[in-house]
């Protein structure tokens, strides 16, 4: 969406996993099962990072270079394959000895965004060719 420099995309992926874990994990959740007005921030930052961030990692990972996509084609690209990959995520998840719980999926998921968000910081780093680690940053 944004043509960002390197390490400020990567810096924004991770600030927004890091949010969302702290939202996710430090916010209280009422113990009678009501709606709280406290959870909306939990709600909003964890749609967000299900729904778009995971897919927009890969759609950096794959589009890059002379094959870049308008916003609109990367936003619903975007969307689509976090969907997928979420989805994945849980089949391996309900799979496995770990099972299915709050944990296991937001570690997991946590996880493949860390690594899909390296590996686009490293492609965009190819095919920026940068030099010097000033240039990274600006």
Avoid: H
């Amino acid at each position: 969406m944004l043509n960002l420099k390197p390490l400020n995309w990567l810096s924004i992926i991770l600030l927004i996993t890091a949010l969302t874990l702290l939202v996710t994990y430090l916010l209280p959740v009422p113990s009678n099962g009501e709606f709280s007005y406290a959870l909306i921030p939990r709600y909003i930052f964890s749609f967000i990072f299900i729904t778009f961030i995971p897919g927009y990692c890969l759609v950096k990972i794959l589009f890059i270079g002379k094959n870049r996509l308008d916003v609109i084609e990367e936003l619903v690209l975007s969307v689509a394959l976090s969907f997928g990959l979420t989805g994945i995520l849980g089949l391996f998840l309900g799979l496995s000895p770990i099972g299915i719980n709050f944990t296991s999926i937001t570690v997991s998921l946590s996880i493949l965004v860390l690594v899909l968000a390296t590996v686009a910081f490293i492609r965009k780093l190819r095919e920026s060719d940068v030099q010097s680690p000033q240039q990274i940053s600006r």
